[in-house]
């Protein structure tokens, strides 16, 4: 059987998660990871997508995020979050919302990395917003 460790994801307004979980899926930029127990120290950013949170318990709970960066160490990982929540509660409307305002932000960008930035941006959120679609 698996180690157990411990998880935090934190958002800007609450802690979302704390607890001994058997293993997370993050959505790291260069790609999904999965971290368990003992895992080698880790830093890197998060993009938008889907964190899926397996807990000691057995119970199975996924997460929306849209941004942050994530600290693994050996002991837990700490997952902090621009903004987050539980899957169920996020409705295409705001995602919807999130993309449209990244467009308009787009619009009045005047620096190619800035133009970059968000044009990356409002393809992982179109993304996500067919994946959440789908499950």
């Given at each position: 059987?698996?180690?157990?460790?411990n998880?935090?994801?934190?958002?800007?307004?609450?802690?979302?998660?704390?607890?001994?979980?058997?293993?997370?899926?993050?959505?790291?930029?260069?790609?999904?990871?999965t971290?368990?127990a003992?895992?080698?120290?880790?830093?890197?950013?998060?993009?938008?997508?889907?964190?899926?949170?397996?807990s000691?318990?057995?119970?199975k709970?996924?997460?929306?995020?849209?941004?942050?960066?994530?600290?693994?160490?050996?002991?837990?990982?700490?997952?902090?979050?621009?903004s987050?929540?539980?899957?169920?509660d996020?409705?295409?409307?705001?995602?919807?919302?999130?993309?449209?305002?990244a467009k308009?932000?787009?619009?009045d960008?005047?620096?190619?990395?800035h133009?970059?930035?968000?044009?990356?941006?409002?393809?992982?959120?179109?993304?996500?917003s067919?994946?959440?679609q789908?499950?």
């Open positions: 059987m698996a180690d157990n460790f998880f935090e994801l934190v958002s800007p307004e609450r802690l979302l998660l704390s607890e001994q979980v058997i293993d997370v899926v993050i959505p790291a930029t260069e790609g999904e990871m971290v368990m003992n895992h080698a120290p880790t830093m890197t950013t998060i993009k938008p997508g889907v964190v899926k949170v397996h000691a318990s057995g119970k709970q996924d997460y929306v995020v849209f941004g942050g960066f994530a600290d693994i160490l050996p002991t837990g990982c700490t997952l902090l979050a621009e987050a929540i539980p899957v169920e996020l409705n295409q409307d705001e995602l919807t919302r999130r993309i449209n305002a308009a932000e787009l619009e960008a005047e620096h190619h990395e133009k970059s930035r968000l044009e990356h941006f409002i393809m992982e959120l179109t993304h996500l067919g994946t959440i789908k499950d």
